[in-house]
């Protein structure tokens, strides 16, 4: 059964960082493209960040750019999102995706995506 397991969210102080995981069990990760996305409380789902299957091309939100990396590592079947100089406006539930696909980019639209976790909590406060 082909499954997605986010971890690593939780309470941090804004400037300070968090690294979660997305583990994909039942499946191969490194033939699918990875999404991060994010839910906050009475807003719309926004696509964070994705990444390529080969790991070649990413692609960043603007609110996150410079502060957000995605990274993969296949021999382990897990994708990253290290979030540094956090702010508040990060805290939401942040669920990753994946999509069968090998094409050169990725795509932030969560249309694109077949695939989702249950999602990690981050609260971003003082």
């Known amino acids: 059964q082909l499954q997605l397991v986010e971890s690593g969210g939780g309470l941090v102080q804004p400037g300070g960082s968090l690294r979660l995981s997305c583990a994909a069990s039942g499946f191969t990760l490194g033939y699918y493209v990875i999404g991060w996305f994010r839910q906050a409380p009475g807003k719309e789902r926004e696509g964070v960040s994705c990444i390529t299957s080969s790991g070649r091309s990413t692609d960043y939100a603007d609110s996150v750019k410079g502060r957000f990396t995605i990274s993969r590592d296949n021999a382990k079947n897990t994708v990253y999102l290290q979030m540094n100089s956090l702010k508040p406006e990060d805290t939401a539930v942040y669920y990753c995706?994946?999509?069968?696909?090998?094409?050169?980019?990725?795509?932030?639209?969560?249309?694109?995506?077949?695939?989702w976790g249950q999602g990690t909590q981050v609260t971003v406060s003082a």
């Open positions: 995706a994946a999509v069968l696909y090998s094409g050169a980019v990725c795509y932030r639209s969560e249309d694109h995506y077949d695939y």
